[in-house]
C-alpha cells in the first residue's frame, strides 16, 4: 500500500473548520483514501473513504486532488471532542473484507477552546 | 453502524500468566478479524490476520507461539498472550470486517489495556 505524509500535529480554536491534509503521492490507481481517527485510550474511528470524487458525510468531507497525489479532510465544526489522532491511510480495492490497514503516525489535532 | 467489542478493557497479571482477550462483532459477520497492538506514543501495528475458520496470518516478528488467535466462529476472535511478561504490556486493539460490499471499512474495538507486573 501507498505510504502516506502527514503533519506531525494541528491545532484548530473550536467552531472552526478543521482542514488535515495528506501527501499519498505514490498511492495506485486502485488505491482508496481511508481516514480514521483515534481518541486517547480508544480503539480507531472510521470517518470517511474516497478514490477521486469529493465525498461528504454526517462527520466529515474528503477532498482528493484530481491527481489524486494528496487529499484533505475537513471537519466543519470542530469541538472539543475532536480532539484526537487523525489517520489517512490508503489501501486497495477489495469486496473480500481481508486487506491490512497500515498506521502511520497521523497528526495530533487539538481544538482550543 | 458497525460494533466491535473487545473484553476486558483492562487487566493486570502478574509475570508468567497467560491472557486472552476476546474481539466480538455484535451485529454482523466478521469474516476477517485484525488484531493490532500499540505501544505508548506510537501508532498501531499489526499483529496478525485471521479469516474464519483458518489459521491466522502473522506480521513479520510476531512470535505465533506467544499470541495465540482463535477465530473458530464469524462473531468471535480471541488473543491469547502465553506467559506473559512486562514486555507484552501494550494497548491490544481488534478490529473486523466482512466480505461482501467492496471497501467497506474495518470496525474497531476500543481496546485492551494489558500492564503485565
Known amino acids: 500500500d501507498a505510504k502516506t505524509t502527514q503533519p506531525p500535529s494541528m491545532d484548530c480554536a473550536e467552531g472552526r473548520a478543521a482542514n488535515l491534509p495528506c501527501n499519498h503521492s505514490t498511492i495506485s490507481g486502485n488505491e482508496y483514501v481511508y481516514w480514521y481517527r483515534q481518541i486517547h485510550s480508544q480503539g480507531p474511528q472510521y470517518i470517511i473513504h474516497?478514490?477521486?470524487n469529493n465525498e461528504t458525510n454526517e462527520m466529515a468531507s474528503l477532498i482528493i486532488t484530481e491527481d489524486r497525489k494528496s487529499s484533505t479532510l475537513i471537519l466543519p465544526h470542530a469541538t472539543l471532542r475532536d480532539t484526537a489522532v487523525y489517520y489517512c491511510i490508503v489501501r486497495v480495492a477489495s469486496n473480500f473484507g481481508n486487506e491490512k490497514l497500515t498506521f502511520g503516525t497521523g497528526t495530533r489535532l487539538t481544538i482550543i477552546p | 453502524g458497525a460494533v466491535v467489542s473487545q473484553h476486558p478493557s483492562w487487566v493486570i497479571c502478574k509475570s508468567g500468566t497467560s491472557v486472552k482477550i476476546e474481539c466480538r462483532s455484535l451485529?454482523?459477520?466478521?469474516?476477517?478479524m485484525f488484531w493490532y497492538r500499540q505501544f505508548p506514543k506510537q501508532s498501531l501495528m499489526l499483529m496478525a490476520t485471521s479469516n474464519e475458520g483458518s489459521k491466522a496470518t502473522y506480521e513479520q516478528g510476531v512470535e505465533k507461539d506467544k499470541f495465540l488467535i482463535n477465530h473458530a466462529s464469524l462473531t468471535l476472535s480471541t488473543l491469547t498472550v502465553t506467559s506473559a511478561h512486562p514486555e507484552d504490556s501494550s494497548f491490544y486493539i481488534c478490529?473486523?470486517?466482512?466480505?461482501?460490499?467492496?471497501?467497506?471499512?474495518?470496525?474497531f474495538g476500543d481496546g485492551t489495556r494489558l500492564s503485565i507486573l
Open positions: 451485529d454482523f459477520q466478521a469474516t476477517t
Open positions: 478490529s473486523a470486517s466482512w466480505q461482501g460490499a467492496i471497501n467497506q471499512p474495518q470496525h
Open positions: 474516497g478514490l477521486k
